[in-house]
């Protein structure tokens, strides 16, 4: 069934048909969907500069912000060409369309990525998913139709965070035996849940999508929606996929996870806000290596052997032990690990061309936000957890693999993404 909504923004996207951009070849179309914050100043801003790729369309459901995202386009290009849409189907409804970037709140993120693969297109998506199911799901499915996919975060490119990670690998402090992540605290007040009417221009209905229904107010939406669980995981999975990617690329773990974790959090009752705003953690990794994560400030080090490298501070200048262990080259025979020096944006739209995999796909992304999830699944629970990388499961937990996923709203399901 298709609902006459949909049909209607896909027939007027089909009218769009006849104006065919070059082929991903020469120059890649893409449709943004979310123009907000992030989605305008870090994901807009990068692509309209690159001289291969045209945005043809952006989508949002808060109109004045998709109306300035069109705003910018039309101003870079010099025309009035870029369509809007207050419904992301029908940029995925556009066959001139060759990529989408996904700028929305956390629960939508997989939902979107699922329909616009199925659609043919090739995905650049925020960080992260919302469970661990909808990673494994999204991973699959990128896998099995062969689409382009990269989870947009810009530290695989970072000069720190990937020298890091080379120094580690190449075994310039010995034996790797302690990762130490701090992460910013979370959101450190309670969140007015008080309802109120629906702003003019912002299609709230759509904004809540999958997630479970709640009346409209302020402090539920935009930049805000992070500290629900409903929408997000808290600064744990927010800040988490980028210095936890860091971790496990360079504990060469990158492709599987933690055997356990275990940890304490501090959460606000009776507000709108419930997920940790404080948080410690504890890891362990098969290889013997552990882990800690905390939410005491930017930071992290890796503790080997013969030494340790790390920094302060995002994106902080390097630090170690001994000036051997930061200056020391990489040989040409050693570990180079893969990186794009410009960033995300660079490195998608040069993947979507050679269809060689980005430097965080999708399933990279979904086991480094699966080390997220375990934390907040162990803190909700209280408890420690005894994890199976392989088959992706909690051992003997039944209610903790329960919430390795959850429920969405109807009519949307993770197996159709239809509505």
Request: glycine share 10%; hydrophobic share 35%; with cysteine.
């Amino acid at each position: 069934m298709i609902s006459r909504r949909h049909f209607l923004v896909a027939s007027a996207a089909a009218l769009w048909g006849s104006r065919l951009r070059a082929a991903p070849s020469e120059r890649v179309t893409i449709g943004m969907i979310g123009t907000g914050g992030h989605g305008v100043a870090m994901n807009l801003r990068n692509f309209l500069p690159q001289p291969d790729a045209q945005v043809v369309a952006v989508c949002d459901v808060d109109r004045p912000r998709m109306e300035n995202a069109r705003d910018l386009v039309n101003q870079k290009y010099g025309n009035t060409d870029c369509a809007i849409y207050g419904d992301f189907r029908a940029i995925l409804a556009r066959r001139d369309i060759d990529a989408v970037c996904i700028s929305t709140p956390d629960h939508w993120h997989v939902p979107i990525s699922l329909m616009a693969m199925r659609a043919g297109k090739d995905v650049i998506c925020e960080k992260p998913t919302l469970t661990i199911e909808e990673g494994r799901f999204q991973s699959d499915t990128a896998r099995r139709l062969g689409r382009v996919f990269q989870t947009a975060t810009e530290d695989r490119s970072l000069y720190q965070y990937h020298r890091m990670a080379e120094i580690v690998r190449n075994g310039r402090i010995g034996k790797l035996q302690r990762i130490e992540v701090g992460l910013p605290s979370g959101k450190r007040e309670p969140g007015d849940p008080t309802p109120q009417p629906v702003p003019a221009g912002f299609d709230y209905e759509m904004w809540l999508g999958p997630a479970p229904w709640a009346p409209y107010c302020p402090a539920r939406c935009h930049y805000d929606f992070r500290w629900m669980f409903d929408y997000s995981g808290g600064m744990l999975t927010d800040w988490g996929a980028h210095l936890l990617d860091t971790a496990q690329w360079a504990n060469d773990t990158e492709h599987t996870g933690p055997i356990s974790v275990e940890g304490t959090g501090k959460q606000y009752e009776g507000g709108l806000y419930d997920t940790f705003y404080e948080f410690d953690l504890r890891y362990r990794y098969a290889n013997g290596v552990e882990m800690t994560v905390d939410g005491n400030g930017v930071r992290i080090r890796f503790i080997g052997t013969n030494g340790w490298v790390g920094n302060t501070g995002w994106r902080g200048p390097l630090e170690a032990s001994s000036k051997e262990i930061l200056n020391a080259p990489i040989g040409s025979a050693e570990l180079k690990l893969y990186t794009c020096t410009g960033g995300e944006h660079r490195n998608f739209l040069d993947c979507v061309k050679t269809r060689l995999d980005p430097y965080f796909p999708a399933e990279i992304g979904h086991r480094c936000a699966t080390v997220m999830h375990m934390g907040n699944i162990a803190m909700l629970l209280g408890r420690k957890l005894r994890w199976d990388p392989v088959k992706e499961e909690f051992l003997n937990d039944d209610t903790a693999n329960r919430m390795r996923s959850r429920a969405m709203r109807e009519p949307w399901t993770l197996t159709t993404c239809v509505a």
